[in-house]
């Protein structure tokens, strides 16, 4: 049941890119403070956030780098409490400078407005390490999720690999992604392009919106990343 969970998880993160951050006020000593905020995640869990130094997160988490991410489903109808909702506990700290450029890069395929922020404010990537997870999959379905369960491999490819990859696919293949992102979300979009990979599936996005697709099989190598693309345009085709 809890590697169910875990399964069910990391699903819903993936499929998320919005979430509620608390951070410790610093000008209200000792309350929490919320607020929504874009993420982007990596193959190992973590998250990254695009945080201007002049926002309250910023100041709070400057002071103490403690905070949560809360993800959820909204509810179209009925008892809110019924859907899966997750609460990462962990540490955010700005990402290292000389990955400052490489992380951006991964965060504007995702959001590609955020590449004018810059020019009202100073921003910085933030990078949330995980230490707990707490996941509610629905009434009675509660989990704690350790770090090491919820931490995944690193992707074994490097940035010029991914990106070779991404654009290869928005130059060649846009009919199969036209045809795995209707399979999936039952979305018809010719200009849909790839925004993203992880070891676990890769991201479309259409009509200023990213949508998660997950691979059959976790990649272990770069070589499967083709193989999985391939196994998602085949049954995509089928269907």
């Not at 000593?29 to 993420?39: A, E, L, N």
């Not at 009202?120 to 704690?144: D, L, N, P, S």
């Not at 369960?149 to 130059?171: C, L, R």
């Not at 196994?231 to 995509?236: C, D, F, I, P, V």
Request: with cysteine; glycine share 6%.
């Amino acid at each position: 049941m809890k590697s169910k969970a875990l399964i069910e998880a990391k699903l819903l993160v993936r499929q998320s890119d919005v979430g509620v951050i608390s951070t410790i006020s610093k000008k209200i000593d000792g309350y929490p403070f919320g607020s929504v905020t874009p993420f982007i995640s990596d193959s190992e869990g973590k998250l990254y956030l695009y945080i201007s130094d002049i926002a309250q997160h910023s100041i709070n988490l400057t002071a103490n780098n403690k905070m949560s991410v809360t993800i959820f489903n909204q509810g179209k109808s009925g008892d809110q409490n019924e859907n899966a909702r997750i609460t990462i506990v962990g540490d955010c700290t700005k990402v290292a400078e000389q990955m400052q450029e490489e992380m951006l890069r991964k965060y504007i395929l995702r959001f590609p407005d955020a590449k004018t922020y810059q020019k009202a404010h100073v921003f910085y990537m933030w990078e949330v390490k995980v230490e707990r997870v707490r996941y509610i999959g629905g009434f009675g379905k509660i989990f704690w999720i350790k770090k090491e369960d919820w931490t995944g491999q690193p992707v074994p490819w490097d940035k010029v690999a991914e990106s070779a990859m991404i654009s290869h696919m928005n130059d060649d293949h846009q009919d199969a992604m036209e045809l795995i992102l209707h399979q999936h979300y039952a979305i018809k979009d010719p200009k849909v392009m790839m925004s993203g990979i992880i070891t676990e599936g890769c991201y479309l996005y259409s009509n200023s919106k990213n949508y998660f697709v997950p691979f059959n099989d976790i990649c272990s190598e770069q070589s499967d990343v083709r193989k999985q693309l391939v196994a998602l345009t085949k049954a995509a085709r089928a269907a």
